[in-house]
């Protein structure tokens, strides 16, 4: 099946600093991949629509200038958290939409674990 | 708007007892909706989904979920809990976008 890989999987930066998070969909190409956000014990928040060739949408709420998101190839998107704060802490999940038999699917990435110092 | 409900935050069951993880939703138009599971530090994981068809949709590692129009729901089940189902559930309805509506999740505890 449709495989989505995140690099890394955990981070720890001090605060201030930026982190870049990678997610690749390894054998499909990708024009559009989500970035997920979650807090521990809660469930997935949509931060954003990242589609190949152009600007992100981001959800209401998400600072487009703190979270950038990149989508420069049909197999790579990357979220950078600019200014690290604690509270940006948290599960970050990507997922890219593959067209199978069909059908649009969704597939996800295991997730990186943020933790800003 | 489209928005699923999971009504438990938590539900536990003795290993071998049928388990089943309850899910409502709320959708306009036709309703695609799917479960995933998710194990700690870990992406989310494909259960099932149920696009059309019948009611009845199974999935991996013998999970299964009923359609239910009337009731507006689509719970998970399992006839006999394994230890290793531990875990926590979500819910999900896409719109015809591609964008996914999670519930808030159920953690299972299966109990030896």
């Known amino acids: 099946g449709a495989v989505v890989s995140q690099h890394p999987s955990w981070v720890i930066c001090k605060s201030g600093t930026s982190v870049k998070i990678e997610c690749r969909s390894l054998d499909f190409q990708a024009t559009t991949m989500f970035w997920y956000r979650q807090f521990p014990k809660q469930s997935l928040m949509l931060m954003a629509t990242s589609n190949e060739g152009s600007k992100a949408t981001y959800e209401q709420g998400v600072e487009k200038d703190k979270f950038l998101i990149n989508h420069a190839s049909l197999t790579l998107s990357t979220l950078t958290v600019t200014s690290a704060h604690p509270e940006d802490s948290s599960f970050y999940i990507c997922?890219?939409?593959?067209?199978?038999?069909?059908?649009?699917?969704?597939?996800f990435g295991p997730g990186t674990r943020l933790t800003v110092t | 708007a489209q928005s699923v409900a999971q009504p438990e935050d938590q539900v536990n069951v003795a290993e071998g007892n049928p388990l089943t993880v309850k899910c409502t939703y709320s959708v306009s138009g036709n309703p695609y909706l799917f479960w995933y599971v998710q194990y700690p530090n870990r992406g989310l994981q494909f259960l099932l989904k149920?696009?059309?068809?019948?009611?009845l949709v199974k999935g991996s590692y013998g999970f299964e979920a009923e359609f239910n129009k009337s009731q507006t729901s689509f719970h998970l089940k399992k006839p006999s809990a394994l230890v290793s189902d531990s875990a926590l559930y979500f819910c999900a309805v896409r719109d015809g976008g591609n964008q996914f509506y999670f519930g808030t999740g159920t953690s299972l505890t299966v109990i030896p």
């Open positions: 149920y696009i059309t068809g019948d009611n």
């Open positions: 997922s890219a939409v593959a067209l199978t038999a069909g059908a649009y699917e969704q597939y």
